[in-house]
């Protein structure tokens, strides 16, 4: 099988591991640099082009597209698709897990459960917003962080009012959430491949910090889920129409609440805390499931 790997950095942990595993599996596996590729869309030969040449038809792509990239990532993943090569997460999937405003909506849609959540933009009523996902303490997003850049506790009402007053003049869209305190600075990532959870770690904040990513000196650890959080974690991938993500849990008083669910999740963190080969699994996945044409949207979406 000929597989592309869609990434920025071939040095990249997770970019590596994954061109190792399909080799191992004895595949054929090249990485291409998604910024890279340009496309002639008007012929009706879909093609993708990289350095001079068109690329030769893969079975399968593995996008792993930086949120700084989705726009133009997502347009290489989609021509691919309309090629009739099979993509591990759908263009469609990637654009809407990649808006966290429509992923959490559509979490909800299908009632899995979530963090109490408003967001706003330019909000007459800040005090209302907050009182109704249940005051302070609250925690307030902006809706373009990674890695825990954007986020901030606010204890206080006064406090939750200020932070909101300044996200306004930035004119930046702003999630405004129940603070799920009882989940004591942890939450739970779990790597969903092919509707099953393959691997899950708990991932538990520095002391004084209330932020559990690893970029913000988070641990990780071995975690045994329950059931509940397992189902959590395969609706959530479902909902979102993604055979590959991460799913962030938190342990809340009313069951697991989704916080967010990531297309391109990296292997690192959770190939160390579990000793599984994650990567493995995925290029398995792959195999079993690329058949030419055999995306749901062949890049309609
Ligand atoms: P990012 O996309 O920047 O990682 P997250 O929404 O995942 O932003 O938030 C970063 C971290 O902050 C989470 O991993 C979690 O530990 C903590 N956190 C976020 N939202 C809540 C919440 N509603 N209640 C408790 N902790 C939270
Ligand atoms: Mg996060």
Do not use: W
């Not at 990485?31 to 590729?37: A, K, P």
Request: proline share 3%; aromatic share 4%.
């Amino acid at each position: 099988m000929k597989i592309a790997i869609l990434s920025r950095n071939e040095n990249l942990y997770s970019t590596r591991r994954l061109k190792e595993a399909g080799e191992k599996l004895g595949h054929e596996v090249d990485i291409i640099d998604t910024l890279h590729c340009y496309m002639d869309i008007s012929s009706s030969r879909p093609a993708v082009r990289f350095k001079g040449k068109a690329l030769p038809y893969y079975d399968a792509i593995i996008p792993r597209i930086g949120a700084s990239v989705t726009f133009y990532g997502t347009a290489v993943v989609r021509q691919f698709e309309m090629m009739g090569t099979f993509s591990v997460n759908e263009s469609v999937a990637i654009s809407r897990s990649r808006d966290k405003l429509r992923s959490m909506q559509l979490l909800s849609r299908k009632g899995i459960g979530m963090p109490r959540t408003g967001f706003a933009r330019q909000p007459d009523r800040i005090d209302d917003l907050i009182k109704n996902v249940g005051g302070a303490p609250v925690v307030i997003k902006l809706l373009e962080g990674t890695q825990g850049i954007g986020v901030v506790l606010a204890d206080t009402q006064k406090a939750a009012e200020s932070i909101i007053e300044a996200f306004m003049g930035l004119n930046a869209n702003i999630l405004v959430q129940e603070y799920i305190k009882e989940a004591g600075g942890a939450d739970i990532r779990c790597l969903v491949v092919g509707g099953k959870v393959v691997a899950a770690m708990k991932r538990q904040a520095a002391a004084g910090e209330f932020r559990s990513n690893l970029h913000r000196g988070g641990q990780a650890s071995l975690v045994r889920l329950s059931p509940a959080e397992r189902k959590t974690a395969i609706d959530a991938a479902k909902t979102m129409g993604l055979n590959m993500c991460g799913v962030d849990i938190l342990r809340s008083n009313r069951g697991p609440v989704v916080m967010e669910v990531n297309s391109s999740p990296g292997l690192e963190g959770i190939e160390a805390a579990t000793g599984k080969d994650v990567a493995s699994m995925i290029v398995e996945f792959i195999v079993k499931n690329a058949k030419p044409n055999n995306t749901k949207t062949r890049g309609k979406g």
